[in-house]
């Protein structure tokens, strides 16, 4: 069973930085697939972003640009870097891992999920 706790989430102006963090409780993270998948209110969970065990990155076109994804495996740590934020970007963004390989970037692709955490852009 992997824990996964999301930190970082807040409230930024358009065009502001933001970058999240997400800390894995198990070894297992270094070889799962790791992904941020976000929310808002009233609709379906969007992938983000993904990064395998080797590195291997995938966008949504939407963050394309403009979202790095990193993972730390001494610290099974994940990351999100988001830069020139926009409002359509506010949502819960969740932290997810998958064992093994990734694969779509699809919310139903992920095993385990954190709590999330809030991003909000506004003026």
């Known amino acids: 069973h992997v824990q996964l706790v999301e930190s970082g989430g807040g409230s930024v102006q358009p065009g502001g930085p933001l970058t999240l963090s997400c800390a894995a409780s198990?070894?297992?993270?270094?070889?799962?697939?790791m992904g941020w998948i976000r929310q808002v209110s009233g609709k379906e969970r969007e992938g983000v972003a993904s990064i395998d065990s080797d590195g291997e990155t995938t966008y949504a076109d939407s963050v394309k640009g403009r979202f790095t994804i990193s993972r730390d495996n001494a610290k099974n740590t994940l990351y999100l870097q988001m830069n020139s934020l926009k409002p359509d970007d506010t949502a819960m963004y969740y932290c997810a891992a998958r064992v093994g390989v990734c694969t779509a970037l699809v919310p139903a692709g992920f095993d385990y999920w954190g709590q999330g955490t809030q991003v909000n852009v506004s003026s």
């Open positions: 198990t070894g297992t993270f270094r070889s799962a697939c």
